[in-house]
């Protein structure tokens, strides 16, 4: 075999890899419209959930000041302990009757195996609901508008293309 050919199949065969390691992470357009309550933004949290019931990652955190990351409780046990890094998840906290727009990159190989999202909100001197809403991570479910217990109103999620 020429030194062409092998060249041209070990391309290939890398190029083929390096496609099928991208493709396990989908991206999802976040939608969140808050109740219209009365206080300062809400901080809320968009964490992967494992079958458990335990955190397994932190996907967006809305709310700027780490100062009051302790107010979502539950995650924040869970961040003292993993120290995960959080920059490039991090944005402005919601207010009452807004919408927040997030886009979430989800890895595909944990639909339909027990994972859900957890979507955790606290707001300044008032209630913490730790699962405001949760949504089952199952291709049916991810695109189905969910409805809140607390704070937030409704979370509709859209894959990107």
């Given at each position: 075999?020429?030194?062409?050919?092998?060249?041209?199949l070990i391309t290939l065969?890398?190029?083929?890899?390096?496609?099928s390691t991208f493709a396990?992470?989908?991206?999802?357009?976040?939608?969140?419209?808050?109740?219209?309550?009365?206080?300062?933004?809400?901080?809320?949290?968009?964490?992967?959930?494992?079958?458990?019931?335990?955190?397994?990652?932190?996907?967006?955190?809305?709310?700027?000041?780490?100062?009051?990351y302790n107010t979502l409780?539950?995650?924040?046990?869970?961040?003292?302990?993993?120290?995960?890094?959080?920059?490039?998840?991090?944005?402005?906290?919601?207010?009452?009757?807004?919408?927040?727009?997030?886009?979430?990159?989800?890895?595909?190989?944990?639909?339909?195996?027990?994972?859900?999202?957890?979507?955790?909100?606290?707001?300044?001197?008032?209630?913490?609901?730790?699962?405001?809403?949760?949504?089952?991570?199952?291709?049916?479910?991810?695109?189905?508008?969910?409805?809140?217990?607390?704070?937030?109103?409704?979370?509709?999620?859209?894959?990107?293309?």
């Amino acid at each position: 075999m020429n030194t062409i050919i092998k060249i041209a199949l070990i391309t290939l065969l890398f190029s083929a890899v390096s496609v099928s390691t991208f493709a396990q992470t989908g991206k999802y357009k976040c939608m969140i419209q808050m109740n219209a309550y009365q206080g300062e933004g809400a901080y809320v949290v968009i964490s992967l959930i494992n079958p458990k019931g335990a955190y397994e990652k932190t996907l967006a955190v809305l709310g700027p000041d780490k100062q009051w990351y302790n107010t979502l409780k539950e995650w924040y046990k869970f961040q003292a302990k993993t120290k995960e890094k959080l920059s490039a998840v991090t944005g402005a906290s919601v207010g009452g009757g807004d919408r927040a727009m997030r886009t979430l990159e989800i890895d595909e190989s944990k639909f339909n195996k027990g994972y859900k999202l957890r979507f955790e909100s606290a707001v300044e001197e008032q209630k913490y609901h730790t699962s405001d809403v949760e949504i089952p991570l199952t291709k049916e479910a991810i695109t189905e508008k969910a409805n809140g217990k607390g704070y937030i109103k409704l979370v509709k999620l859209n894959k990107v293309q």
